[in-house]
């Protein structure tokens, strides 16, 4: 079989021949109770890089011991891209949401082989699902390996933006000693009402991990958490997002983008925050539109925007987010730590010795599957499209 792995470069500096840590913790489960992903072997050491061009995710051994044919790069965008030359025959794609490999109807058109589509990752809106449900062609994720990897960033990134903290690293870069500067948008985050969009793997898990610092917390949901954890957190759920983002003064969105989810934040929902409300945005880049985002924190209708996530990916040179003012933004890394690494590089060795040896794919880590959402699919998903404009991704290369 031809499997098509596409993944980001190694570091400009090569390589890494040494890390900055022996090892990682060893964990035995999720907190749910869900194992961790469980190939009958794996051929790297927990900790390496994975996810870059070199590592492979670790799969080139196991995969030249089946005789398959593996093709890794990073060349994705555009119709001359090495990705979309090698779609043509692929029986497998695999890539990270990190540096995704949009697989558009167009491209799932040429695909004529093509029966899986895994992310290793959490995060499937970079397949145009309806498609593949028209196509037949299985979509699978490894549910929960960066759910709390994420949820750590979260916590960082709202602290981040409440205390003004890049602005203040940047005086002492600057050699300044500006105290002024740096607090005169600097607060707490005690007291202040926080709210999750979905309260999933990550949504529950920042909630959880907010609780310690005295907030109030909300959340909104399409499957409402039991009385018992809504109890224990002192949660207020509420049933729209609208009547949520009233309250708060911090928003973390944690849904998956699906049609129903695409520009969720535009500028009518963002008028209706309360003026000065930060918003964290790890799910997708595209929930937001990125335009009315860019106006409501020149405006100081948002006090502050952060998030991984952008739309395309990678993000154009001339995207809005890279110029505006009081933002927090990265890379799309916070679910591609070396920790997080190590465990979806086994998830997808499971799912493909599953799929080699005709053996079902755990349901957890299924969104598409016999031509209809399947498993999580079901659960976080509704069928569409999201993948519009993915083709713009190419500009980043101009
Ligand atoms: P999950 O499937 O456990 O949770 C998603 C939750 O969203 C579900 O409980 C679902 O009911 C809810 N939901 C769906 N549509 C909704 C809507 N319209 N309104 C309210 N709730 C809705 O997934 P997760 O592990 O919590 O991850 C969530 C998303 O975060 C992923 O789909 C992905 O887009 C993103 N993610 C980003 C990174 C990163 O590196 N930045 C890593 C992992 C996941």
């Given at each position: 079989m031809k ?10 500096t ?10 990682i ?11 961790l ?14 996810g870059?061009?070199?590592g492979a ?13 593996l ?10 891209s ?20 949009y ?21 499937s ?5 309806q ?25 960082l ?37 926080v ?5 999933g ?30 109890k ?22 944690n ?25 964290v ?25 952060a ?6 990916q ?11 003012p ?7 890394v916070?679910?591609?730590s ?14 493909l ?43 980043f290369?101009?």
């Amino acid at each position: 079989m031809k499997i098509v792995l596409v993944l980001y470069d190694d570091p400009v500096t090569g390589y890494p021949k040494t890390y900055a840590r022996d090892t990682i913790p060893k964990l035995e489960v999720y907190p749910d109770g869900q194992k961790l992903p469980n190939p009958k072997r794996i051929d790297f050491k927990p900790g390496e890089l994975l996810g870059s061009v070199s590592g492979a995710l670790g799969l080139k051994k196991f995969l030249k011991e089946l005789e398959h044919t593996l093709i890794v790069t990073s060349d994705k965008d555009g119709p001359d891209s090495v990705f979309e030359k090698e779609l043509v025959d692929a029986d497998v794609v695999i890539s990270q949401p990190f540096w995704p490999a949009y697989l558009t109807k167009e491209r799932l058109a040429k695909a004529k082989n093509l029966k899986l589509a895994i992310t290793a990752g959490i995060g499937s809106d970079h397949v145009d699902l309806q498609a593949a449900i028209a196509k037949g062609i299985t979509v699978a994720e490894v549910t929960f390996c960066n759910s709390i990897s994420v949820a750590e960033y979260i916590v960082l990134m709202i602290l981040s933006l409440v205390k003004d903290y890049i602005p203040s690293y940047n005086w002492v870069v600057k050699k300044g000693w500006n105290i002024a500067d740096c607090v005169q948008r600097s607060y707490d985050l005690e007291g202040m009402d926080v709210g999750s969009v979905a309260a999933g793997h990550i949504g529950l898990a920042v909630l959880r991990r907010l609780k310690p610092f005295g907030v109030k917390l909300h959340y909104t949901e399409r499957h409402r958490l039991s009385e018992k954890v809504e109890k224990e957190l002192g949660l207020t759920y509420h049933e729209n997002l609208e009547s949520m983002v009233r309250v708060c003064d911090v928003i973390t969105i944690n849904c998956p983008l699906h049609a129903e989810t695409e520009h969720l934040f535009n500028d009518r929902l963002i008028s209706q925050m309360k003026r000065g409300s930060y918003i964290v945005n790890t799910a997708r880049g595209k929930i937001c539109d990125a335009e009315a985002i860019a106006r409501a924190l020149k405006s100081g209708q948002l006090a502050g925007y952060a998030g991984d996530v952008w739309f395309p990916q990678p993000a154009p040179k001339d995207h809005p987010w890279r110029e505006m003012p009081h933002d927090g933004m990265t890379p799309h890394v916070s679910g591609t730590s070396l920790s997080a690494q190590a465990r979806y590089a086994a998830g997808v060795r499971e799912i493909l010795e599953c799929f080699f040896e005709k053996k079902p794919i755990r349901t957890e880590y299924l969104i598409v599957d016999q031509g209809k959402l399947a498993g999580i699919g079901v659960h976080s998903y509704v069928a569409g499209d999201t993948t519009g404009g993915s083709e713009r991704a190419i500009q980043f290369k101009k």
